[in-house]
């Protein structure tokens, strides 16, 4: 996506966040929306490729480690029916859930807790429009 221009309050993009920790999901939320993206929540994955096909979002963060719905399972079902859209994947439980995470198709992974300005560059990289050689 292109900057917005200055005076214009639209958001970059929509972005799900997927976590069943609130703080976790308020925390992503503020970094994210302080970057100028619009953001969604969800408390697992149940539903969440509707979501991103109803809402137009362009990018998901989700943890891998939920109740009801985990993330490998969120990153399985979006890497089948919205392969377009990259999803990053992030963890408190140790490098061998972000390595399956990658190995299931996530675009990047992050170790809770993760620094805000090298998250915010990442996410600002997965939806920027490639560059012409």
Not at 13 to 36: M, T, Y
Not at 104 to 122: D, H, I, M, N, R
Request: net charge negative.
């Amino acid at each position: 996506m292109s900057p917005t221009p200055a005076g214009d309050t639209r958001p970059k993009a929509r972005i799900l966040v997927v976590d069943d920790e609130f703080a976790v999901r308020c925390s992503v939320r503020w970094q994210l929306e302080g970057a100028g993206y619009a953001v969604l929540e969800a408390p697992d994955g149940r539903g969440v490729v509707e979501t991103v096909e109803r809402q137009g979002i362009a990018l998901v963060v989700t943890d891998i480690l939920m109740p009801n719905h985990e993330g490998m399972e969120t990153i399985q079902d979006l890497r089948r029916a919205c392969p377009g859209v990259p999803v990053i994947a992030i963890s408190a439980r140790g490098q061998q859930y972000l390595d399956a995470a990658r190995a299931l198709g996530a675009a990047y992974t992050f170790a809770k807790p993760f620094e805000s300005a090298l998250f915010v560059q990442t996410v600002e990289k997965l939806l920027s429009p490639p560059r012409a050689a």
